[in-house]
């Protein structure tokens, strides 16, 4: 299992190489890819296409109730939620976010979906999804030995959160929490970097970056990127003081070090709600804020929600 492991901000580099930044694919309006599932049902895809770390909308259209929707998208369960709007009026319409995960390998998977119409009579449907290897950045760092190989005691707690952590995403809170479009937590910033960058530090290389960083002021305020509950408020070996955000259907956003937590666990918090304040807790050499997001266990860059309801 991929560890969810957040990269090093160490150093000055010494060179570097492939810079071209990741653009991720995000989900449109316009939902392009249509398959057949029968009995008039239909399941369309925001693309057929995708790169590592993007995030894909799918969504289930039907004349007739449906109900019992179960999805598996790279042996996964895919969670859905039933969507009501003035543009599906007269339609049951279930929607899911399906996301692509940082390391997934390039190729033909598919999203395989079972239900059962009013009828009772069962539905079938596979949507093949081509998943494109994506262009991220590499970095070469000449850093202390302190940076490369952490002593046995902080390479134990590591092991250790990083375990917890893979036993929060691995939990699927049935409700759809967030309301609403998801915003960066940042008053004023429409963007960040360093997703999927892998660093290569003394020649060894590092897990990819698998949040978005902004640099930023410490102290400057961080806010919920949408409405969710609080599910971790404490320190952690790499993010140093760390909020995590559960906002239902296997959702959840990251939020790492912070100068200071301004929330608990438990709290269920609304979208703009103060988290803490950007630091330099954990690995790092400068404030700012790393933002991470995961969907179904896959480690997504989070700007691809950004907007997204």
């Keep these: 299992m991929a560890a969810y492991t957040i990269a090093l901000m160490v150093a000055t580099p010494v060179s570097s190489a492939q ?56 042996e996964k369960e895919v969670p859905f939620w039933q969507e009501a709007s003035p543009t599906t009026k007269g339609l049951d319409v279930h929607r899911a976010l399906v996301g692509i995960d940082l390391e997934k390998p390039a190729g033909k998977s598919d999203l395989t979906i079972s239900a059962k119409a009013a009828s009772a009579a069962p539905i079938t449907c596979t949507a093949p ?65 360093n997703f999927g960058k892998r660093r290569v530090l003394n020649g060894q290389p ?22 969710g509950r609080v599910v971790l408020a404490e320190p952690l070996y790499f993010s140093g003081n760390t909020v995590l955000v559960d906002h239902g259907l296997s959702v959840y956003t990251l939020y790492g070090h912070f100068s200071e937590i301004d929330v608990k666990p438990g709290e269920l918090v609304e979208t703009g709600a103060l988290l803490g304040k950007v630091g330099a807790t954990g690995r790092v050499t400068g404030p700012h804020l790393h933002w991470g997001l995961t969907v179904n266990r896959a480690r997504v860059n989070a700007l691809a929600i950004v907007g997204k309801q």
């Design 129 to 193: 999804i081509t998943v494109e290897a994506g262009k991220f950045a590499t970095e070469s760092l000449k850093v202390a030995p302190n940076f490369v190989q952490p002593n046995p005691e902080q390479l134990a707690r590591a092991e250790a959160e990083r375990q917890h952590l893979r036993e929060i995403f691995a939990t699927t809170t049935l409700e759809k929490l967030w309301r609403g479009p998801f915003r960066i937590p940042l008053d004023g910033v429409k963007t960040g970097g």
């Design 19 to 74: 810079t071209k930044h990741h653009t991720p694919r995000k989900p449109t309006a316009t939902l392009a890819a249509k398959y057949d599932c029968g009995q008039n049902v239909e399941l369309r895809l925001s693309s057929p296409e995708s790169t590592q770390g993007s995030l894909l909308l799918a969504e289930l259209r039907s004349p007739q109730p449906v109900s019992e929707i179960k999805a598996t998208w790279d």
């Design 206 to 227: 590092g897990s990819p970056h698998s949040g978005v960083d902004f640099p930023a002021p410490t102290g400057t305020p961080v806010h919920a990127a949408q409405r």
